[in-house]
């Protein structure tokens, strides 16, 4: 097995797993980070997104080697506090019924207003459409990132 180091929420993590080792699998099995969830193992449904530079990844269909380099975000490592303008605005909308889609909904989300700080309700669509919630709490979701927007807008930078 190879052994190699991938920077995750900002500190560097020495791995030995194998090869073909998807990272929700280093995260999850290796680094005990279980905020990532595993639902469909496919790639369809967005409850494994981090980011990857910056981009919403499924970390179900990207190998751990393949990020050396890269920098990798995961819920645990967007604030422990619940301080960031997603977190907050997730928390005042009460957008989790179930709960278990949410880590990849708001990394997803971040990646949005990091790109787009006023997005429009077909943007937030188009955004998000890769992270599917099986209660259907996409009004609220939709919602919680405009607060977010404007939360961000408030405290004079990007989400």
């Not at 639902?39 to 050396?68: E, F, H, Y």
């Not at 019924?97 to 787009?116: F, H, K, R, S, T």
């Amino acid at each position: 097995m190879p052994q190699f180091t991938l920077k995750i929420n900002g500190t560097d993590h020495s791995l030995d797993v194998p090869s073909d080792m998807p990272l929700l699998w280093a995260l999850r099995d290796k680094l005990n980070m279980t905020g990532t969830k595993y639902s469909c193992g496919i790639g369809q449904c967005g409850t494994c997104t981090v980011l990857v530079d910056g981009k919403p990844t499924k970390s179900c269909r990207s190998r751990a080697v393949n990020l050396i380099g890269k920098e990798i975000v995961t819920i645990e490592g967007l604030t422990a506090d619940c301080s960031h303008p997603v977190q907050k605005a997730w928390n005042e909308v009460d957008v989790p019924q179930c709960g278990y889609c949410q880590g990849g909904q708001i990394l997803a989300a971040v990646a949005l207003l990091e790109n787009n700080p006023k997005p429009d309700d077909a943007a937030i669509d188009e955004a998000m459409s890769d992270n599917l919630c099986r209660c259907g709490t996409y009004v609220r979701i939709r919602k919680a990132i405009k607060l977010a927007a404007e939360y961000a807008a408030d405290e004079g930078g990007a989400a």
